[in-house]
């Protein structure tokens, strides 16, 4: 697709979709709605106000409005991956929550959201906190975040649309034996465990990509993309496959080969929501990981 040039301007979005369809107005809803993504609901309430701007051949949207945090900062900002004015990509460390599950949490200020909001106040950013995916709190690697609401809103969309994707590294317990293969198989909650996973008839179509790239008989590292986003899809499924993740004490797995769930989110693939430019975002290897892999 053609990449869409823009750039920021004060609280202004500044975008060129061409004088032609800036002269007609019906043409100008339809780029707004269908080429850049913009909810209608926006568009109404932007033209209500009378905040829809054109200069010449550029188009002004109020996208960049300043906006009260809605997370406690943590001491320390997060580590990031990627950032631009749309959007940033941060990376989540074992044992941190992407969101706080209860008031505990929370008020320790121990999640990403936090670190994330640790960032904008050092850096004078007056931005909500808005993730578009999770990653389990032992499982490491990239999460995306939205830092408008109209990002936010193209991206909950292109998360819908299948159209971001994320591949996993895991090591799994015993030998792959298949080089590469695909398991689909409907995932449901486990009425006799709370927080637990299985497959099911009755549950939801999840369909996961694995690739073996090192094996022996005790361990195997294996790369995963995900076909749907299910709650503990790739836990679930290779434990279905006979192939718990190592240290994956909640699905099979041994907490005597590693101390968590050996999951990391590898690269994160997604359109830029202004541009539509193909961005790939890798994470680095965590080092008890890396380790990990080197026994095998």
């Known amino acids: 697709m053609q990449v869409r040039h823009w750039r920021r301007r004060g609280e202004w979005l500044e975008l060129t979709p061409g004088r032609s369809v800036l002269k007609d107005e019906q043409q100008l809803e339809h780029w707004m ?19 829809l701007s054109v200069a010449g051949d550029r188009l002004r949207l109020p996208v960049f409005m300043p906006e009260q945090s809605d997370a406690a900062p943590a001491d320390e900002p997060a580590q990031l991956l990627y950032e631009d004015d749309s959007c940033l990509v941060a990376y989540k460390e074992a044992g941190m929550p992407v969101h706080p599950a209860d008031q505990e949490q929370d008020q320790a200020r121990m999640a990403l959201s936090h670190a ?11 931005v909500r906190i808005r993730h578009i995916h999770r990653l389990d709190a032992d499982t490491t690697g990239p999460v995306l975040y939205a830092k408008t609401a109209l990002s936010h809103a193209i991206l909950d969309e ?70 749907t986003g299910r709650t503990h899809q790739i836990r679930v499924h290779m434990a ?8 994956d004490v909640l699905y099979g797995g041994s907490s005597k080969l590693f101390h968590r769930q050996a999951l990391h989110g590898l690269s994160l693939r997604f359109p ?12 680095p290897l965590p080092e008890d990981m890396n380790l990990l892999i080197q026994k095998i």
Not at 116 to 126: K, L, S
Request: glycine residues 8%; hydrophobic residues 35%; charged residues 25%.
């Open 240 to 247: 279905h496959l006979g192939h718990p993740l190592a240290g």
């Open 158 to 227: 292109a998360m819908r649309e299948k159209r971001i994707h994320r591949t996993y590294l895991a090591v799994v317990e015993g030998e792959v034996k298949s080089s590469e293969g695909t398991i689909e198989a409907p995932i449901g909650k486990d009425r006799h465990k709370r927080n637990r996973r299985v497959v099911t008839p009755a549950g939801d179509h999840a369909i996961t990509y694995y690739k073996t790239l090192k094996c022996s008989s005790q361990l195997s590292l294996v790369q995963l993309e995900l076909g």
């Open 116 to 126: 994330v909001a640790c960032h904008y106040a050092w850096t004078g950013q007056e």
């Open 272 to 283: 830029h929501p202004f541009s539509g430019e193909e961005l790939i975002v890798d994470a």
């Open 33 to 51: 709605r269908h080429t850049l993504g913009v909810p209608l609901h926006m568009i109404k309430t932007w033209k209500h106000e009378k905040r």
